[in-house]
């Protein structure tokens, strides 16, 4: 993908949850939020393509780090861009 969503994210439910999202990949924007702690756990914005199948439930593979989506804005409620508010999950003995 050329342009400002350089960054390709892999998108899943958790694994108790539906289905897998479909399609898995989503070209994004990937900003973090310095100043954003969310339960101090490190914030990140990321920024793309409206993509129906992401909702609070959603679970990010970006790189090997795991983001948990907190909110989502659907820009102007034109379904064509969306911005999601995602936290890192911190694995288990790092």
Do not use: N
């Amino acid at each position: 993908m050329i342009g400002s969503f350089r960054h390709r994210v892999t998108l899943a439910a958790p694994a108790q949850g539906p289905a897998p999202t479909d399609p898995p990949d989503w070209y994004c924007a990937i900003a973090s939020v310095s100043t954003a702690m969310v339960d101090g756990q490190q914030a990140y914005f990321l920024r793309g393509r409206y993509h129906p199948g992401i909702t609070t439930e959603t679970v990010i593979d970006f790189e090997g780090r795991t983001l948990q989506v907190q909110a989502i804005t659907d820009v102007d409620e034109r379904h064509v861009s969306m911005q999601v508010l995602a936290v890192e999950v911190a694995a288990r003995g790092r």
